[in-house]
């Protein structure tokens, strides 16, 4: 059965810090992975996604996410955070006809 | 173009009381899901539709829950009768192609059950 991890469930960084946040998958076949943010009181906006051939790949408002295969990993990273990126990010593993597996969030605060 | 449309996005209802909720995809979009999305969790499945047809609703709690889409366009998720359990975000989703499993979401009908 597919899964998908995200160890950390807050995350504070300063305004202006990096930022990861991690991700781990289970999963049978090639996998297709997203990176999705949800804000307060709102449904979820896609960031980003990995279906096949470059692992790095880029999504909206600057952040970028890298898949290895080797470590079953797609960790989300964005180099400078703004204010405006406090929310809580989901990853999630499909594939094909399969259905999405969603991770339990993790909720990134940014300090001033 | 017009993004995945929810209503309403707030329901507060006693235990025992039935409730829907609506949702219309994005056009052209064959593929449409609902979710279950309960407080600290990550959103779970209830039920995939393509077009008119249920594809997936292997998680959804047939004895009191309840989907359709009739006309292969808008849908309808109906709980009966809930319980306190049920409360939690209900997201709709919809997707063009189901191979890609790139889903658009809805704001969400936010369920209290009292």
């Known amino acids: 059965a597919q899964s998908v991890t995200q160890p950390d469930i807050h995350i504070t960084v300063s305004e202006g810090a990096s930022l990861e946040l991690r991700c781990n998958y289970s999963?049978?076949?090639?996998?297709?992975l997203f990176w999705y943010v949800q804000s307060p009181g709102q449904g979820l906006q896609l960031l980003l996604k990995y279906f096949s051939g470059d692992t790095l790949v880029q999504g909206i408002k600057g952040f970028e996410a890298e898949f290895k295969r080797s470590q079953s990993s797609f960790n989300l990273r964005k180099p400078s955070v703004h204010w405006s990126d406090a929310a809580e990010y989901f990853c999630?593993?499909?594939?094909?006809?399969?259905?999405?597996?969603f991770g339990k969030g993790t909720m990134l605060l940014v300090s001033p | 173009e017009a993004g995945v449309a929810q209503s309403p996005r707030y329901k507060i209802i006693e235990k025992r009381q039935s409730v829907a909720f609506w949702c219309n995809p994005i056009?052209?979009?064959?593929?449409l899901y609902w979710y279950q999305q309960i407080l600290g969790q990550g959103p779970k499945l209830l039920i995939q539709?393509?077009?008119?047809?249920?594809?997936?609703d292997s998680q959804l709690p047939k004895d009191r829950f309840s989907a359709e889409r009739l006309k292969g366009v808008d849908s309808t998720l109906k709980i009966q009768p809930a319980k306190l359990e049920d409360s939690a975000v209900y997201l709709c989703a919809s997707s063009l192609e189901v191979t890609r499993n790139e889903q658009f979401f809805g704001p969400g009908t936010r369920l209290t059950v009292l």
């Open positions: 999963y049978g076949a090639t996998p297709y």
């Open positions: 056009s052209g979009h064959a593929t």
């Open positions: 999630a593993v499909g594939s094909g006809y399969s259905t999405l597996t």
């Open positions: 539709f393509q077009n008119n047809g249920v594809v997936d």
